[in-house]
């Protein structure tokens, strides 16, 4: 497969995955408006650790989505660089080593956020009015 080929793959694999981080984003946004629904609604002192597990799981989940997104727009960079036939080592290094790790990263980071999104959604089945 020639550079030109490949660049546009990877560049194409990108976008998605850049479209997945937003899609994650979007419904973060959702799942905290609910998450406060239900902190509204809720006189238990038994769901206030909930409440603030998922809170903090959202944060953290948040951050890890702008991390990503920041280095797949880096990579992404990098890759229109090599496309457009500019031939810097340091353009082609960042690209080879950071497939592999951003495909291990973006597939940990959409597992890790369905593990998140199941629990959260076990929890509101449990305590949703």
């Not at 080593?97 to 509101?124: G, M, P, V, W």
Request: proline share 1%; net charge negative.
């Amino acid at each position: 497969m020639n550079g030109t080929k490949q660049a546009t793959d990877l560049h194409d694999e990108i976008a998605e995955w850049k479209n997945m981080v937003s899609l994650v984003r979007d419904e973060l946004k959702g799942f905290n408006n609910s998450l406060q629904e239900v902190a509204k609604k809720s006189t238990s002192n038994d769901v206030k650790p909930f409440i603030e597990h998922f809170q903090n799981q959202f944060i953290r989940q948040n951050e890890v989505s702008d991390e990503l997104f920041h280095d797949l727009k880096q990579v992404d960079k990098a890759v229109k660089l090599k496309a457009e036939g500019v031939e810097e080592s340091e353009v082609d290094h960042l690209i080879e080593n950071d497939q592999a790790a951003l495909r291990d990263r973006t597939d940990s980071y959409q597992r890790i956020f369905n593990e998140l999104k199941s629990e959260y959604n076990n929890f509101l089945t449990k305590h949703k009015n």
